[in-house]
């Protein structure tokens, strides 16, 4: 199947600084990815829609300005903590489909410590 | 409001017995339907999907579900589980046609063979 990376698989950061993870496509061009956010033991909440070229479209309650999404070329996407706060601790999760109604494909997430 | 709902949170069996997973939506329209697994420390992988045709999928790793357009349903059976098969275990929804995976997650169920 597709294969899709995201990195770093984990990362610590101070409260206050920013934090970026990517999301590549490896062997496929992927024109829409999609970001996810899963807490422990919980189930992954869809966070945003990235689209390649144009803005991202964020779910209800998603505060766009803190998760900056850039959808900069037809195989990466990256999303931004800014401002990272403990709250912010959790594991974010890339997907990019190969079509319209098609499966999508994951990567294996980011484990994202803010102290 | 579109929902995922899996009844079943945690489930411990013994190695050979018989698994079923249930899986419910909120929807009346069309839908693609997916179970992905997530094995320990390991990114989700498709177990099945279903788009469209016969409502009995079958996938990977012995694993089948069932459409059952009437009850709103996408239930995931196993006739016999290996201690392999431990793992988290989510049902995700596509509501609508056309256009990318935009993906709902149910809040998944945990699953712990025992040998």
């Known amino acids: 199947g597709a294969v899709v990376s995201q990195h770093p698989s984990r990362v610590i950061c101070k409260s206050g600084t920013s934090v970026k993870i990517e999301c590549r496509s490896l062997?496929?061009?992927?024109?829409?990815m999609f970001w996810y956010r899963q807490f422990p033991k919980q189930s992954l909440m869809l966070m945003a829609t990235?689209?390649?070229?144009?803005?991202?479209?964020?779910e209800q309650g998603v505060e766009k300005d803190k998760f900056l999404i850039n959808h900069a070329s037809l195989t990466l996407s990256t999303l931004t903590v800014t401002s990272a706060h403990p709250e912010d601790s959790s594991f974010y999760i890339c997907?990019?489909?190969?079509?319209?109604?098609?499966?999508?494909?994951f990567g294996q997430g980011t484990r994202l410590t803010v102290v | 409001a579109q929902s995922v709902s899996q009844h079943n949170h945690h489930v411990i069996l013994s190695e050979a017995a018989s698994l079923e997973l249930g899986c419910n939506y909120s929807y009346g329209g069309t839908v693609n339907l997916f179970w992905y697994v997530q094995y320990p420390g390991q990114h989700l992988q498709l177990l099945l999907k279903y788009f469209s045709g016969d409502p009995l999928v079958k996938g990977i790793k012995g694993f089948e579900a069932e459409f059952i357009k009437s009850k709103f349903s996408f239930n995931l059976r196993k006739p016999s589980v290996q201690w392999s098969d431990t793992a988290e275990y989510f049902c995700a929804v596509k509501f609508g046609t056309g256009g990318y995976n935009k993906l709902i997650f149910g809040a998944g169920t945990r699953l712990a063979v025992h040998p």
């Open positions: 997907s990019a489909p190969t079509g319209t109604n098609t499966e999508a494909f």
């Open positions: 990235s689209n390649e070229g144009s803005k991202a479209t964020y």
């Open positions: 062997d496929f061009q992927a024109t829409t």
